[in-house]
């Protein structure tokens, strides 16, 4: 498995998903390679979805970013890692979902 740490500038999106306005994902990329997952096809990072399952990227700076971002949105629902795992592997080191969260 290989992590690719990286600095984002958005995290947050506008969601195309039914009753959530927005979508954060912390990571693209799953660890977990799951042969029935639909996240596959949505990340929007090609080597991750080339390589599913062998590269994650993580978004080191999503939290601080995120913060930034929810203060010029108005209020809505947000999904949290609505095309990657909030918590794979690597979570366990980074917390940058925790961090999200909090």
Not at 7 to 22: H, I, N, Q
Not at 79 to 98: C, F, K, L, W
Request: with cysteine; charged share 30%.
């Amino acid at each position: 498995m290989r992590y690719v740490r990286i600095r984002v500038k958005r995290v947050l999106s506008d969601s195309g998903l039914p009753d959530l306005d927005y979508a954060v994902n912390p990571y693209a990329g799953c660890a977990h390679a799951c042969i029935y997952c639909y996240a596959r096809s949505y990340t929007p990072y090609r080597d991750a979805a080339e390589r599913w399952g062998e590269v994650v990227y993580v978004k080191v700076n999503a939290p601080e970013v995120l913060e930034r971002e929810l203060r010029g949105r108005r209020r809505g629902v947000v999904g949290v890692s609505t095309i990657t795992d909030p918590y794979q592997p690597i979570e366990a080191e980074e917390e940058v979902t925790r961090r999200c969260l909090e």
